[in-house]
C-alpha cells in the first residue's frame, strides 16, 4: 500500500478538506477518511458496507469485474489444479508456500492434534437430535477453550491454537455427523491426509469398510481450496470484528461459524439444492424463471449472482469441471444436474439475468459435488466452515499483528424520535 499525492477534495459550507488517496498493489484505490469527523465532523453513511474498505491486507485479491481470485498472489485456478488443501491452508496463514520439510512439520502438527477430548461427545450426545450442525459447531468450537487451556508462550499458543482448530474442526464435523446417525465414532487415522481422513472418520463403518478413491479426495480437496478465503465477505468481516476486542481465537472463530450460517452466505449451498430439488419435484422451470424476475416476489434464484463479482465466479468454472468428471467416474446420474444444467442455460441466454449481472456463482454447483461425495444437504455449510477455516485463522492473525489496530467500533445516522419526557405508567 502506498499513500498517493493525490488528495480528494471535499467542500462542506465554507470549508474544504483534503481527504488522501491510498493505493494498493494491484491499483486499487481508496479515499482516507479515517481523520474526517475529527476535521468536520462528518461520518459516512455506506449501508451494508458495499463501498467501504476496512482494513488494508495482503492476504486475498480479487476483481470482480475481471472474475479474479488469487491468495497471497497466487490465482486460485492454479491452486485448484495443483494444490492441497494442506498447503492451501498453510499458505494463507503463514504468507508462503511450504517446503518439503514445513509441510511434513505441518503434517504431523496437525495429526498430533486431530483427537479430540472424549467429554465433548457428552456436549453432542445432549443437544437435541433436531439441532442444525453449524449451531452446534459454533458452540462446539467456542468450547475448546474450556478444554485446551492457554500457554505462556504467546507464539506458541497461537501457533498450538491453530492447528487445533485446524485439526479438530474437521473431526468434530466427522463426530457430529455419527453420533446424528447413533453410529460408532471413526477416529483419525495417522496414515491418512487432510482430506482422505475426513472422509473416512465420515463414511467408515465396522460393516463396510469405506474405499478412498482419489478421484473423491480432490473433489473434497478442491471444495475447500475454492472456499478457504474470499477477502471481506460477512463471516470474515464477523471474525475480524469479534477479533478486534481481543478475545480467543475460539471466540472470534465461532462468530465466523455463526455468521456463515446464513442463507445469504454459507447457507447458499444448501438452497440451492432446495431450489433444485423443487424444481425436479415440480417440473416448474418456467414458473421458477419467471418468479426470479418479478421485483415484487421475494423469490431469489439461489446459486444466481454475487455480491462482488459482476461478470463471472472463476471458483464456478473450476467446481464445474469438478463436478462434471466427479459424476462421471462414480457413474452418477443425478436429476438434479440435468435441472441444473437446464437453468443455467436458460439464464445464460435472458436478458433479464445478462442486464443484471446474475451469472452462477460458486455455490450452484458445489451442492451437487458434495451431494455427490454423500454429504448429507444439512451438513453442506459445515463443510464451507471447514474449508473458510484458513482464511478466517489468517485474517484474525493478520489483524491482531495490525500495529494500526482499532477495536471496531462502525457509527450510525440517528433516525428516531427526539428527546422525549418519560410518561408515567397512569397516565399512558
Request: include cysteine; proline fraction near 5%.
Amino acid at each position: 500500500m502506498r499513500i498517493m499525492t493525490e488528495f480528494v477534495k471535499l467542500v462542506y459550507g465554507d470549508k474544504e478538506y483534503q481527504l488522501p488517496v491510498i493505493e494498493g498493489t494491484e491499483g486499487e484505490k481508496a479515499i482516507d477518511i479515517s481523520k474526517l469527523r475529527a476535521q468536520s465532523g462528518l461520518i459516512t453513511l455506506d449501508t451494508g458496507y458495499g463501498n467501504t474498505g476496512s482494513c488494508t491486507s495482503v492476504i486475498t485479491f480479487m476483481d470482480g469485474e475481471k472474475g479474479i481470485l488469487r491468495y497471497r498472489g497466487i490465482p486460485v485456478e492454479q491452486l485448484a489444479e495443483k494444490s492441497t488443501f494442506k498447503e492451501t491452508a498453510y499458505l494463507l496463514i503463514h504468507g508462503k508456500l511450504p517446503t518439503q520439510k514445513e509441510l511434513t512439520e505441518f503434517s504431523v502438527l496437525l495429526n498430533d492434534n486431530s483427537l479430540v477430548h472424549e467429554d465433548m461427545r457428552a456436549f453432542y450426545e445432549n443437544y437435541p437430535r433436531s439441532s442444525h450442525p453449524m449451531g452446534i459447531l459454533s458452540s462446539m468450537v467456542n468450547a475448546l477453550r474450556s478444554f485446551y487451556p492457554e500457554l505462556q508462550n504467546l507464539e506458541e499458543e497461537i501457533n498450538m491454537t491453530v492447528t487445533r482448530l485446524l485439526s479438530k474442526v474437521r473431526t468434530l464435523a466427522a463426530m457430529s455427523y455419527k453420533i446424528s446417525r447413533g453410529h460408532k465414532v471413526v477416529y483419525p487415522r495417522p496414515d491418512l491426509a487432510y482430506s482422505a481422513n475426513f472422509l473416512n472418520m465420515m463414511f467408515d463403518s465396522p460393516v463396510r469398510p469405506y474405499e478412498i478413491d482419489p478421484v473423491v479426495v480432490k473433489a473434497l480437496s478442491v471444495f475447500w481450496i475454492l472456499h478457504a478465503d474470499h477477502e471481506q465477505n460477512c463471516s470474515t468481516s464477523a471474525v475480524r470484528m469479534v477479533g478486534s476486542a481481543r478475545v480467543t481465537l475460539y471466540a472470534a472463530i465461532s462468530a465466523g461459524i455463526a455468521a456463515l450460517w446464513g442463507p445469504l452466505h454459507g447457507g447458499a449451498n444448501q438452497a440451492v439444492i432446495d431450489m433444485l430439488t423443487n424444481i425436479a419435484e415440480n417440473k416448474n422451470m418456467k414458473q421458477t424463471i419467471e418468479r426470479a424476475k418479478d421485483k415484487k416476489d421475494p423469490f431469489r434464484l439461489m446459486g444466481f449472482g454475487h455480491r462482488v463479482y459482476k461478470t463471472f465466479d472463476p471458483r464456478m468454472k473450476i467446481m464445474k469441471k469438478m463436478c462434471d468428471s466427479l459424476l462421471e467416474k462414480l457413474n452418477i446420474s443425478d436429476p438434479l444436474l440435468d435441472v441444473a444444467k437446464e437453468l443455467e442455460e436458460i439464464a445464460l441466454k435472458d436478458d433479464y439475468f445478462i442486464d443484471h449481472n446474475l451469472y452462477p456463482n460458486v455455490d450452484f454447483y458445489a451442492g451437487i459435488v458434495l451431494r455427490a461425495i454423500g454429504i448429507p444437504t444439512n451438513m453442506f455449510t459445515v463443510m464451507f466452515a471447514i474449508g473458510r477455516l484458513p482464511g478466517w485463522i489468517a485474517q484474525w492473525k493478520e489483524s491482531q499483528d495490525d500495529p494500526n489496530w482499532k477495536l471496531c467500533r462502525p457509527r450510525q445516522i440517528y433516525t428516531g424520535p427526539t428527546e422525549t419526557d418519560y410518561v408515567p405508567i397512569e397516565q399512558r
